[in-house]
């Protein structure tokens, strides 16, 4: 048998194996892209199979919605902040459990007692979205039996005839949610940079310290630089809690499908739905994830190009 | 430091790093995940309407022609009511009509009959009620929806000589229209209003106030003695409507009620009625008479802390005694209250807002049509109607339906003394039936005026603007009422 044919020979094999999952990717991956892209022209109600083709006056009707370029940014907002604080306090505190211990002349270790840091900040990681949103809806109660408002009145920084309506207070809404995904966030990444931060073999750390450097130093010039890969996967992970947002938001705060008080915490998936589900506005609403999968698309490759860098091997 | 090339043939040999794995992978998650859950719901099924299953002959008895041996499908949202009474009822009617019934009692209204109605085989009748239900408006402009007419002008099952429609509460064949027709049937009745304790007003010596100014100054007492005033679900604005537009319809009279449904650009502004109302409940606001921290609460929250004395009275519909049945105290004394007048109202203090909900349908495209609009005329016997009462604790839209044997809590029973005062002077609302866009739209609004950073003119320019809107709606020709 010559050399081509035994090549091609394996090629059929494999592509044997892959037809399944490539047949099923298409089925329920592509497929219903598809037929999104087909329905965002049509009034669609999403309660009948009968519709009429509206050519593009979905999207035009989509750049005069007001509700929705609110909530794309807050989307954007939300893209810009729960990456950087999540991945800024992940570094932070797994630099301190891994590498910000006194640094004796044995070698380089993290602060004391890092293993059970190291299991405390997974732990919220372990919750589900929905249980986040029932303690976080205690903690952000609106009367004086929310966790916050029983501290602050008791410390006196609060009137107990004025609580702060955390989620119903404009100004705050999005602020408190980002804090939620943060919390969510921050121990899974502290995990995940530790485990990379222990691949870097100890010697340089030992090096970086016999030419003086201090904690800082190490961490920009040594940890960081060594770390991107992790950091640049985080970001992309990150962008997709961003992006989404929906269980929180609708789950946490007023209105149908969330989004309250007055729009200020929607989203682009709860303007989506609530169009979809609850107006009889699909054909509306899949023009809506059209532009969402196109924003995604472009996002995604806007962060890794931008944090691309030269590669440091060790 | 660390260098570029050591283990340089990682990233050009043979295949990808596990790094660059990751990475790919993520990108691809980045586009797919937030995308994933709505695109897969979006998938319809074909457009294949089929013949309405077997029928038998037409006759007096049998006016839809219900065929022995077929089946029926029921499902029903098992909320507050549960689903005792639909399986009871389906035991009855399969006796009856030698049918075989499957029960399906969910919360899932949407989730689990989207697809079927998209896929045209949806069950043959429907409780479509609950956070999740589909909306009617939705199903009716998508043709989804059966005519019940047929139901209302047969014979009844209690007295053949009278027609289904003239055993109902008025009101309910209105409630069930949609662009002219009658497609809901609404099975419970309920009427709205405030509630208070009867054991809290006793102790403090309050009495149930009949204007305005004797409700602020419940309030006010109220709030002199350490407890709030008015407590409503904030996190829901559905409920602090029903204050605002029930004091609009008796202020202004059933005329203002009509502006509003029948999407008139004077509804609100330039509504005297209107404005009073909602100034009168911005009153509420201003002097501090609300329950702390309700404009954040939801309704179990807020119900609950009102049922712990910590507020005076709180909006609500009848439903209320049977959602809070475990929070209550015994001694608590659920009580009713029609909504106190404004000055120079044109309604009666004893007039309240009573409607029909829990909407039954019968899909256009259900298997067994016949079955479907059979089992609807038997909800509407006597029969029928006290097992609701017996097993879900509250009142249905037959007249005098219930066998007086049933002994009713105290909160129901205050509204069935209310109802009966009210007589003729019931009205009720359709838009929110109508126009969903409409309805959130005020319902923002309000919570927007319940956390004082809109005033009562700007509420005003905003509802109007949610009625200007919705009579751009093509369904706004046929929406209307006289």
Known sequence: MSHVAQGRGRGGFIAGFLFAPLALYLTFVIWPYVQTFGYSFTNWTGQSPTFDFVGLDNYSALTKDEVFRGALWHNVLLLVFVPTITILLALFFAFMVNAGGRGGAGGVQGVRGSAFYKIVYFFPQVLSLAILAVLFGAVYRSDEGGLLNGVLTRLGLVDPQTPVEWLNEPRFVLWCLLLVVVWHGVGFYLVLFSAAMQSIPKDIYEAALLDGAGRAQTFFKVTLPLLWDSVQTSAVYLGIAAMDMFVLVSTMTSGQFGGGPDHHSEVMATVLMRNFLYFGKSGYACAMGVVMLALTMILSLVTLRATRRERIEF | ?482
């Open chain 2, 1 to 482: 430091m660390g260098s570029t090339s050591a283990h340089g043939e990682n990233s050009t040999g043979d295949g990808l790093g596990r790094r660059d794995l990751i990475k790919r992978s993520a990108a691809l998650g980045l586009i797919s995940v937030p995308t994933m859950s709505f695109l897969s719901a979006c998938a319809s099924g074909g457009d294949a309407p089929k013949s309405n299953g077997a029928k038998a002959a037409i006759t007096k008895e049998n006016p839809f022609g219900v065929a022995k041996g077929t089946k029926l499908e029921v499902v029903v949202f098992k909320g507050g009511f549960g689903d005792d009474y639909a399986k009871a009822w389906e035991a009855a009617f399969d006796k009856k009509w030698g049918t075989t019934s499957s029960h399906l009692g969910t919360q899932e209204i949407t989730g689990k009959l989207q697809v079927r109605f998209n896929g045209g085989n949806p069950p043959d009748v429907v409780d479509d009620s609950g956070a999740q239900k589909i909306k009617l408006d939705v199903l009716f402009k998508s043709n989804q929806l059966a005519d019940l007419t047929p139901v209302l002008d047969a014979p009844s099952l209690d007295d053949p000589n009278k027609k289904v429609r003239d055993l109902l509460i008025p009101g309910t064949v209105e409630q069930g229209t949609q662009g002219g027709k009658c497609v809901s049937l609404n099975y419970v009745y309920t009427v709205f209003g405030f509630w208070y304790s009867g054991k809290l007003f006793k102790e403090k010596g309050w009495a149930p106030p009949k204007t305005w100014d004797e409700f602020l100054d419940v309030c006010t007492k109220a709030k002199d003695a350490g407890i709030g005033g008015l407590a409503h679900q904030g996190k829901y604005p559905y409920y602090i409507n029903v204050v605002i537009m029930d004091l609009i319809a008796k202020k202004g009279g059933l005329e203002a009620m009509k502006a509003i449904d029948n999407l008139e650009p004077n509804a609100f502004e330039g509504s005297a009625a209107a404005l009073a109302a909602v100034e009168a409940l911005y009153e509420v606001v201003e002097k501090g008479l609300l329950l702390p921290g309700t404009n954040g609460l939801t309704h179990t929250e807020s119900q609950t802390a009102w049922n712990q004395y910590k507020a005076a009275f709180i909006p609500s519909g009848s439903w209320l005694e049977n959602e809070q049945i475990k929070q209550t105290p015994d001694d608590f004394d659920m009580q009713f209250l029609p909504m106190p007048l404004l000055p120079d109202s044109k309604l009666p203090f004893e007039a309240i807002r009573a409607g029909a909900g829990e909407p039954f349908i019968v899909p256009e495209q259900a298997a067994n049509k016949p079955g479907g609009l059979e089992f609807i005329r038997s909800m509407l016997s006597r029969e029928w109607s006290t097992i609701f009462a017996q097993q879900a604790n509250s009142l249905t839209v037959v007249k005098d339906g219930v066998d007086p044997s049933v002994k009713l809590r105290p909160g129901t029973q205050s509204a069935v003394t209310a109802l009966k005062a009210a007589g003729e002077n019931t009205f009720n609302y359709l838009y929110p039936d109508w126009y969903s866009e409409m309805d959130t739209a005020i319902q923002d609004a309000s919570n927007e005026l319940m956390a004082k950073r809109i005033q009562p003119k700007e509420w005003i320019k905003r509802a109007q603007a949610a009625v200007n809107k919705a009579a751009q709606d093509p369904n706004a020709k046929n929406n209307r009422r006289s």
